[in-house]
């Protein structure tokens, strides 16, 4: 049973399956496209407003289903990672870009420090402050961010299916790769990005502090594109993350 300090406003953050019985957290910061509408969707054309520029397709299907499979809390943002990046503190470049891979985002150009500071009590707050809320009732819990990846990035075709990232404690990430070692699936750590990008900010704000088993997981977005295509790749990741904190715990133990 998950408490939270503070009220949740569920229009920013969407907390599910509060019940559950599991350690295991799941974690959607670029789950959803959503603008708010005084942003004026930023500025950005049509075309820019469906990419993965603005979010990671198929990340929050592939999350809820792993969380289901566990019984586990899923925590997922509910705004564009071009409004604030949930998975960069306030002081990254990045938390509000102003260029994103090959789209200019008119509507963070020249952002005056109280409209940063705006958006980071707005939309950056009540997130950080969910995850740690529902980390701090849970014993030994385990954190997994779900994230997707788009296959063609500057130009330059991925072969990368499956990111396995992790930042200084990589335990459950080298377990994680472990189970996947027989699979068919291109399956890489630190790919297609690394702690370097600065991609493993929320595993370092809310898991390496306290020594909690974590993992980042990227997927390639094209492979989770459809619905049957969500459910697959989930149930083989929850298959992976099964095995991999069965092996975890047994070391640990
Ligand atoms: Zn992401």
């Known amino acids: 049973m998950i408490h939270l300090d503070q009220p949740l406003d569920d229009t920013i953050v969407e907390l599910r399956n509060t019940q559950a019985s599991?350690?295991?957290?799941?974690?959607?910061?670029?789950a959803s496209a959503h603008i708010p509408p005084e942003f004026a969707n930023l500025g950005l054309r049509d075309e820019a407003l469906k990419s993965h520029v603005v979010w990671d397709p198929g990340a929050f299907a592939v999350a809820e289903r792993m969380a289901t499979a566990f019984d586990a809390v899923l925590i997922a943002a509910k705004t564009s990672r071009l409004v604030y990046d949930c998975n960069r503190p306030p002081h990254a470049p990045d938390a509000m870009p102003a260029h994103s891979e090959i789209v200019d985002v008119p509507g963070n150009t020249g952002l005056s420090a109280e409209q940063k500071a705006g958006r980071v009590e707005r939309f950056y707050e009540p997130f950080r402050s969910a995850v740690s809320g529902v980390l701090a009732s849970i014993d030994t819990p385990v954190l997994v961010t779900v994230h997707s990846f788009t296959p063609v990035y500057h130009g330059?075709?991925?072969?990368?299916?499956?990111?396995?990232?992790?930042?200084?404690?990589?335990r459950l990430a080298d377990a994680f790769l472990a189970a996947a070692a027989d699979s068919h699936s291109v399956v890489r750590r630190n790919e297609p990005y690394g702690p370097g990008?600065?991609?493993?900010?929320?595993?370092?704000?809310?898991?390496?502090?306290?020594?909690?088993?974590?993992?980042?997981?990227?997927?390639?977005?094209?492979?989770?594109?459809?619905?049957?295509?969500?459910?697959?790749?989930?149930?083989?990741?929850?298959?992976?993350?099964?095995?991999?904190?069965?092996?975890?715990?047994a070391t640990a133990c």
């Not at 997981?217 to 459910?231: C, F, G, M, P, Y």
Request: aromatic share 2%; hydrophobic share 40%.
């Open 22 to 30: 599991s350690p295991v957290v799941f974690v959607c910061e670029h």
């Open 156 to 170: 330059r075709r991925r072969d990368v299916e499956i990111g396995v990232l992790h930042d200084k404690d990589a």
């Open 197 to 249: 990008d600065g991609v493993t900010h929320t595993l370092k704000e809310h898991a390496l502090p306290a020594g909690h088993l974590n993992v980042m997981l990227e997927v390639r977005s094209d492979l989770i594109a459809t619905n049957a295509s969500q459910v697959a790749t989930a149930d083989t990741l929850s298959g992976w993350l099964q095995t991999a904190l069965a092996t975890t715990r």
